[in-house]
């Protein structure tokens, strides 16, 4: 049964008391999104972290290209400080940390681990320095913020919301026979009015019912017709960075039909098709199959799905419910099967369960002495440089569909010599009264295994405590879950 505790969360720590029932121990932390556990004074909203974006992104492109039109050295020296003046190398450290804060440091891992798994559905990739600045704060508003409510409200706060417009293109879906289309400039700065269908069919393929919800072509298209003009405001001085607006002028006029609805013109059509797509039947088998691959097995069967699929249906999308639903169903195929942890998840686990003293992440009070302007120190990229290492970088997918749930897909050899090498990297962090504590791995051991002396008999032939933790964390009771 200890199992559990690693399969909905991080495993617990040496010391921690095992809780008595398990299951409510878990389905009580999903009930509400309580306050995030770091406190550092770095905690930006997106639209404050859009403002740094902005000025990387124009005065690289505009004036310092100018700047330095036949000065490659000049430019490259003057992208860098602008780098630095703009925090692009500091603010997705400051982000993992807050972020992996909610899974080894505070009192709701589950919702931690939940948050992970949503973060990722509605993946924003390694696009536009959008990692740099936007994916933490927008998974923090738009996901994390939204897990106490349905997943409607969660689908539609997303999708239009400024990173995942941007990263997606829905800024440059423009209605061919709008207003917009229409006007001179566009005519001579050949810029013709066109649909861009990237966030449609991320919409429906990928966020909501998945292909298995019969979509065709001409559903992608007229759904990108229904999406035509939400984009951010559009000024003679601004574009890009403003905040989303739904702008009539861009908008594709005349009806609209997707999966057989007819849907009108206008603002709210978008709305209405994203609760007609979160309710549709695909949907909620869509997301109980992910829920369940992510959770328990790779192969989910429908016996695993349909106590979540019902939750949904009754509780009208309501993500707590959702999630309960979830829990209780690994717990009940918790002695079943064992799930292979990703990178990320894997890391936090070897964290937690090893009760190191070492502080991860990095704390408070380090991150909040960084100044705007400083190159950040090797300490402070720490957290960045760790997870593009292992392979699993939350702001960093390089695919619109996120990373994989499926245990082959981080199966291969160099994954796995990463995994021995960042369990080393774990133990060196250790103060060193904990390093030759030769009592440290058996308190681990047994507080997180049903089977400790089956393990520790398997650790007992270790040459040195460093080498116990690299077999420990790498063993398949610990790589599956």
Not at 43 to 49: A, C, D, L
Not at 56 to 80: H, M
Not at 119 to 134: C, P, V
Not at 262 to 283: Q, R, T, W
């Amino acid at each position: 049964m200890k199992n559990f505790f690693r399969k909905v969360a991080f495993g617990l720590k040496p010391e921690e008391k095992i809780p008595s029932d398990p299951l409510t121990w878990a389905q009580k932390q999903v009930e509400m999104v309580p306050e995030l556990n770091w406190k550092g004074k770095f905690i930006y909203s997106e639209k404050e972290m859009r403002q740094y974006w902005i000025t990387q992104r124009v005065e690289e492109d505009t004036t310092l290209r100018k700047k330095f039109k036949n000065d490659p050295k000049g430019l490259e020296l003057a992208e860098r400080q602008l780098e630095n003046d703009t925090g692009g190398k500091f603010w997705q450290n400051n982000e993992i940390s807050i972020r992996h804060a909610e899974g080894i440091r505070s009192n709701h891992p589950v919702l931690a681990k939940l948050w992970y798994f949503w973060s990722n559905h509605f993946t924003i990739s390694e696009t536009q320095r959008l990692h740099q600045y936007s994916t933490g704060a927008y998974q923090r508003e738009f996901i994390r913020a939204n897990m106490d409510k349905t997943f409607e409200t969660m689908a539609i706060e997303g999708t239009i919301a400024w990173p995942m417009i941007m990263h997606l293109d829905n800024k440059d879906n423009i209605g061919p026979k709008s207003e917009s289309a229409r006007q001179e400039w566009r005519r001579k700065e050949k810029k013709p009015a066109t649909l861009n269908e990237n966030h449609a069919r991320e919409l429906m393929e990928l966020h909501t019912i998945s292909p298995k919800g019969g979509y065709t072509q001409g559903d992608v298209q007229e759904l990108a017709k229904i999406m035509t003009g939400w984009r951010p405001k559009w000024s003679k001085k601004k574009d890009q960075g403003s905040d989303i607006t739904f702008m009539r002028d861009r908008h594709e006029p005349g009806k609209k039909n997707v999966l057989g609805k007819e849907y009108k013109v206008g603002k709210k059509s978008l709305k209405i098709a994203i609760k007609d797509l979160v309710n549709h039947p695909s949907c909620r088998e869509f997301i109980a199959t992910k829920l369940c691959r992510y959770l328990i097995t790779d192969n989910p069967t429908k016996q695993m799905t349909a106590p979540i699929i019902k939750a949904w249906e009754q509780s009208n999308g309501y993500l707590p419910e959702v999630h309960k639903a979830a829990i209780k169903v690994a717990f009940e195929y918790n002695d079943k099967y064992r799930k292979f942890q990703n990178p990320e998840n894997w890391w936090l686990q070897t964290i937690n369960m090893s009760g190191a003293t070492y502080a991860y992440p990095i704390p408070e009070k380090r991150m909040d002495k960084y100044k705007l302007g400083n190159i950040v120190s090797e300490r402070l990229r720490e957290p960045d440089w760790l997870l593009e290492d292992i392979g699993c970088h939350p702001y960093r997918s390089k695919q619109p569909n996120g990373y994989s749930d499926l245990s082959s897909d981080w199966l291969s050899t160099e994954l796995i010599i990463r995994r021995l090498m960042y369990a080393k990297k774990a133990f060196h962090r250790y103060n060193l009264e904990d390093q030759i504590d030769d009592t440290i791995h058996e308190k681990i051991v047994r507080t997180n295994f049903d089977n400790p002396d089956k393990i520790l008999k398997i650790l007992s032939k270790a040459k040195s405590n460093e080498e116990k933790h690299m077999i420990l964390f790498n063993l398949p009771e610990v790589l599956r879950a």
